[in-house]
């Protein structure tokens, strides 16, 4: 079943008519390659599709850029239906919109906070509207949730509840759902909404109306799908109608592609997925193709250890991450000169060879090697020379030569090329020993690289030499994985930020810029949460908030069993964390699990042991989550400058730096002493079982760069 036209519309909870000229945040119409329709209010858009409905012949995809259902339990609480359509009817009665946009949504707002049983979910509001129940600023708890799944998943979507303020949907929501329950109602049985009225299937009926989200679009695989279409119309310098055109586009190159309905498709891995799709609906096309572009969330129980394990040793806690995580990013594809530091998501042929034709390796002369006898030899010159970029187009008789410069394309008649140096000239002739090679000088077709050969692999994490490598054969775009994002938070009621006057019981965070730099090092996004209390209602609102925006969190303090570890606390609550007790010196136990599908490496507070455990452990298990391989760092065996009994059971990496090819370790192990990992350049690590070191003993030493590479 295909679409005969395509309808995206960007809408607006404006209060007031937009403006007479076309402008932005407004509501655009767009229909498959047609001018985007700007509507000043919602009741002409209204209008305006209902005609495009009635008078377009056959199946029409119709989506609105709002969420077409609320999160888990508010349809439910508000209408005794856990089903949305029974909140569009709902919100249909209570909503009045009128011919100049005049609307009362916050007063709508106010009254389902206070109907709706537990505390009410909405918030935002205009700072001279008061209102009871209707804060204009979230509240740190709230009965429902603050996403739906879809949110979850899709990173980067705002809460449904907030009603004002920038890149808020609320009440949009409010009003658009009002005015979709009427337009079910004037079309009857012709209109059917994906996925409430169908499930997961395409509807039947000839309208299928979706929920779009624009935003998105650039994270989306539809991206790749959404250029390519004259945008050279004065409209498109507002985005919104750029945004409807693009849509229409993707959707109908997809439909030409055979993939549309593919977009129809219950997502993969959804617990949840009848009830989700009933009450709380789905964005269109935003994970479209997601079986290859989307990697599958990692499961929650990721981090559990097996049963009855007391102290983990490094190494199995390390075989354990390496074999239970995957990749977390998805696939977007860029020009070459964007892939820095980015990791491929798909091996690399070469659609060329390379080079492309034999050359000459030197400024010479070219020639036939049969034609010379015995030496010296003496070869007429031709006229003209061959030069790179400027072919020689005639062939070059057998027993003639020909001027030939580095890089040029060797001439028919032309195998071997003798260096200018080696070479006397008047023009005319050339004069030269003998002892020439066949095929000296020269280079051949694909001896860099054959037609065909793979370049570089899945995974490969782009350098500059490779960015090189891919762009000699002409690949001028590449699937990259989105960078790793990475979120920061710091735990801990005695730390102080820079800008903070601090007490004798209060000491600045280290942790936090140690570790966002870090990320940075390590080619990733780092995402600053900031520092926060031992306060567990913060740290859980926290750690929500880091991942809805991040793919991976680093947090430090509050790791082990005490009265203020939080992160531990809070982990276990999940019922998906595990308290890593391993056999690791510096660092307390590691509290690793699982935060509304995001892992959360709890590190330890105290610096020393924050670091080696990020290096050690969060180190290769961010590098598998950003699509790139498992990494265990170079270390170099030298001799020992220094003295160390160590008994048997643990693990100990100490702070060193090599001096003159021997290894020095810092004065102190305390684990609070930042200075030393300063004074290091790498870490020492010295194996499981007990070790004697005296000064010229061999040691394994890693330098803090093997950590980057
Ligand atoms: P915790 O793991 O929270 O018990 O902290 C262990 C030790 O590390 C305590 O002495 C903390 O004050 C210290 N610490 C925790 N977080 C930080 C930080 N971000 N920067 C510097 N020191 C910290
Ligand atoms: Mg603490």
Not at 3 to 21: G, L, Q, R
Not at 35 to 53: D, G, M, S
Not at 202 to 213: F, G, H, K, N, S
Request: glycine share 10%; aromatic share 8%; charged share 20%.
């Amino acid at each position: 079943m295909s679409f005969d036209s395509i309808i995206m519309v960007d809408w607006s909870a404006s209060n007031t008519p937009s403006p007479a000229k076309p402008s932005k945040d407004a509501i655009f119409v767009g229909q498959d390659d047609r001018r985007p329709v700007y509507c000043r209010t919602r009741a002409e858009a209204i209008a305006l599709i209902e005609e495009r409905l009635r008078n377009t012949p056959g199946r029409i995809l119709l989506g609105f850029d709002f969420a077409f259902g609320f999160p888990k339990g508010f349809a439910q609480a508000l209408t005794g239906r856990a089903e949305a359509r029974a909140v569009w009817a709902e919100l249909a009665g209570r909503i009045s919109d009128g011919k100049n946009n005049e609307n009362n949504r916050f007063q709508v707002a106010d009254a389902l906070n206070a109907e709706t049983p537990g505390e009410g979910p909405f918030w935002g509001r205009p700072a001279g509207l008061n209102l009871a129940h209707l804060d204009m600023k979230k509240r740190k708890t709230a009965a429902y949730p603050e996403f739906r799944e879809i949110e979850g998943q899709a990173k980067g979507a705002k809460s449904v509840w907030q009603l004002a303020g920038a890149g808020a949907v609320g009440s949009q929501t409010l009003i658009g759902l009002a005015h979709l329950h009427r337009l079910c109602e004037a079309f009857g049985d012709e209109i059917a909404a994906w996925p409430q009225d169908s499930g997961w299937a395409m509807p039947d009926a000839r309208i299928t109306l979706v929920e779009i989200y624009p935003a998105l679009l650039d994270r989306s695989p539809l991206k790749a799908l959404s250029d390519g279409w004259d945008d050279s119309d004065p409209i498109y310098a507002i985005p919104d109608a750029v945004q409807v055109r693009a849509l229409c586009h993707a959707f109908h190159q997809a439909q030409a592609q055979g993939r549309l309905e593919a977009f129809f498709a219950q997502p993969a891995g959804l617990s949840d997925a009848e009830r989700i799709a009933r009450e709380e609906g789905w964005i269109f096309g935003v994970f479209a193709d997601a079986p290859s572009l989307q990697p599958p969330p990692l499961r929650n129980d990721c981090f559990a250890l097996p049963p009855g394990v007391d102290w983990t040793p490094v190494d199995d806690a390390l075989a354990l991450l390496k074999e239970r995580l995957t990749v977390v990013t998805p696939v977007k594809t860029a020009p070459l000169s964007q892939a820095l530091g980015c990791v491929l998501a798909a091996p690399q042929t070469a659609p060329r060879a390379q080079p492309p034709a034999p050359n000459s390796a030197v400024d010479g002369y070219g020639f036939a090697h049969a034609c010379l006898g015995d030496g010296p030899h003496r070869l007429p010159l031709m006229q003209g020379r061959a030069a790179a970029g400027i072919p020689f187009t005639d062939p070059v008789p057998y027993g003639a030569a020909i001027r030939i410069l580095t890089g040029a394309i060797l001439p028919d008649g032309v195998d071997t090329v003798v260096l200018e140096e080696d070479v006397s000239t008047d023009g005319q002739a050339i004069a030269f020993r003998e002892g020439v090679k066949p095929g000296a000088n020269t280079r051949k077709a694909g001896e860099d690289v054959e037609l065909g050969a793979q370049l570089l692999s899945k995974g490969h994490v782009m350098r500059p030499a490779d960015i090189a490598h891919l762009a000699s054969v002409g690949i001028e775009s590449v699937p990259l994985h989105r960078r790793l994002r990475v979120a920061v938070i710091s735990t801990g009621d005695e730390l102080r930020d820079p800008h903070e006057a601090a007490g004798p019981g209060q000491i600045y965070d280290a942790n936090r810029p140690m570790l966002l730099s870090l990320i940075s090092d390590l080619g990733y996004e780092p995402v600053d949460m900031g520092r926060l209390p031992d306060d567990r209602t913060v740290i859980r609102a926290a750690l929500s908030e880091a991942a809805r925006t991040a793919d991976v969190i680093l947090s430090s303090g509050g790791a082990s069993a005490g009265d203020e570890d939080h992160i531990s606390a809070l982990l276990t609550e999940t019922g998906a964390m595990s308290m890593w007790r391993i056999a690791i010196k510096p660092g307390r136990p590691l509290a690793l699990g699982m935060w509304e599908n995001t892992p959360v490496f709890g590190l330890p507070g105290n610096p020393v042991a924050a670091l080696v455990c990020a290096l050690v452990f969060a180190r290769p298990a961010m590098s598998v989550l950003a699509g790139a391989a498992w990494k265990t760092p170079q270390g170099f065996d030298l001799p020992a400058a220094f003295t160390k009994r160590k008994k048997p059971g643990r693990r100990e990496f100490l702070r060193a730096r090599v001096v003159d090819g021997t290894v020095e370790v810092f004065a102190s192990e305390g684990s609070g002493r930042i200075s030393g990992l300063s004074w290091a350049d790498g870490l020492v690590e010295i194996g499981d079982g007990a070790r004697d070191i005296v000064p010229g003993d061999m040691v394994r030493y890693i330098p803090y760069a093997s950590f980057l590479a």
